[in-house]
């Protein structure tokens, strides 16, 4: 067996046979071909090299779609213009200007990437794929595609938009997140990449899944590889690529509770790792075990237990049920029932640590999750609503 030291720049082994060849100088030329006159070249992030804005371009790019991604992208480098001020911000401000763009993880590895690079690199993006790839946040594809973009480095890409075009064009069966199936994809990859023009080719691929090899209604006609694409030759383009087997989706239930005092709201600061992980969030209680209904009983055990549970930051005076809401994650759905609490009087600031009496005019710029700043808001709209 070769060792780890023994293999080809690529870091794929040689294959075993040649049936597994699929070198194939003509599908790179089409890709070039057709991205250089009809593929996107007005999007903020291209027309540069610059590592930094590539970079950060590509992280909120994944699982993201473009039309999101742009005013955040602008907001960013407006305040963090280069590695340098983004790895000397504080990270409440960073969490605060990727509120609502979601999956919070994405953040909180952007800042220590930026901080790994600033202190360990001279603030230069490294061109090496492999030490690209060993930065937080950073995978196998996007690291290719920063270095194929900056650098014009020969690296394999493959996103959800590449899995898309390469399953379609070259039949390929099977889920194309299961191991087998996706390590076949990427052998194809670096067997396919171009000896020269990386950068249309990369984008090449990237701009025919985001606007022709859709997901749903795909333009063949104006594909430049519908003639050789197995899926259209076959009647099979709304069958590939293979779909993820559903599972049944596991739902999650809490309450959070509006504690509002005179122009302050209670907030909880939440821990780093879990869902929006490092961002400010209303204070949580699980009332899973209590049956929904509106008897007095169940009220009072209800109140009893908001009460305990805010103890240290003030006496209730009441408490009052608001519209539940659905908040859908990638692997759960998360049922919410707010509760609207009112105060006798607040508890001096002691012993609170993970918690902070917020500005409720400040909410807007807070570093919150995108339902929650949606609901405060909503409710900061409802006349005398935080007037207790």
């Known amino acids: 067996m070769k060792r780890i030291a023994e293999l080809p720049e690529s870091g794929v082994a040689p294959l075993a046979s040649a049936v597994e060849s699929f070198a194939d100088p003509s599908f790179s030329a089409a890709v070039i071909a057709w991205q250089k006159q009809h593929g996107r070249h007005a999007l903020p992030w291209q027309n540069t090299q610059d590592a930094y804005r590539i970079w950060l371009s590509e992280i909120m790019l994944q699982q993201t779609q473009v039309s999101a991604v742009i005013p955040y992208y602008q907001r960013f480098l407006s305040r963090f213009p280069d590695v340098l001020s983004l790895a000397a911000a504080a990270s409440e401000e960073v969490m605060a200007l990727w509120s609502g763009l979601g999956y919070y993880s994405r953040a909180r590895n952007l800042h220590r990437c930026a901080q790994r690079v600033a202190a360990e690199c001279g603030g230069v993006f490294p061109d090496d794929p492999d030490l690209l790839a060993d930065l937080p946040g950073i995978g196998r594809s996007t690291a290719a595609a920063i270095a194929a973009f900056a650098y014009g480095k020969r690296a394999a890409i493959m996103d959800g938009n590449v899995k898309r075009v390469f399953a379609r064009a070259f039949g390929v069966d099977g889920y194309p997140g299961a191991k087998p199936i996706e390590d076949g994809l990427w052998r ?194 409802s006349v005398d609503l935080f007037s207790v």
């Not at 919410?336 to 640590?353: E, N």
């Open 188 to 381: 194809r990859a670096v067997q396919l990449l171009p000896l020269r023009d990386m950068e249309s080719y990369t984008q090449g691929l990237m701009d025919l899944g985001a606007t022709l090899c859709t997901r749903s209604k795909p333009a063949c006609e104006r594909c430049p590889l519908a003639a050789r694409c197995v899926a259209h030759a076959t009647g099979r383009v709304d069958e590939l690529p293979v779909r993820k087997p559903k599972k049944a989706v596991p739902e999650r239930s809490t309450a959070m509770l509006v504690v509002a005092d005179g122009d302050e709201i209670l907030l909880q600061q939440r821990p780093d790792s879990g869902i929006w992980g490092g961002l400010l969030s209303l204070p949580e209680l699980a009332l899973n075990a209590e049956a929904d209904n509106d008897s007095d009983d169940h009220v009072q055990r209800r109140n009893a237990r908001i009460a305990q549970a805010i103890v240290r930051f003030g006496v209730m005076r009441d408490c009052a049920p608001l519209q539940p809401f659905v908040h859908v994650f990638t692997h759960f759905k998360l049922q919410v029932t707010p509760y609207r609490v009112a105060l006798d009087r607040r508890v001096p600031h002691v012993g609170q640590h993970d918690h902070v009496w917020y500005p409720i005019r400040q909410l807007a710029d807070a570093p919150l999750p995108a339902p929650v700043k949606k609901l405060l808001l909503t409710l900061l709209l």
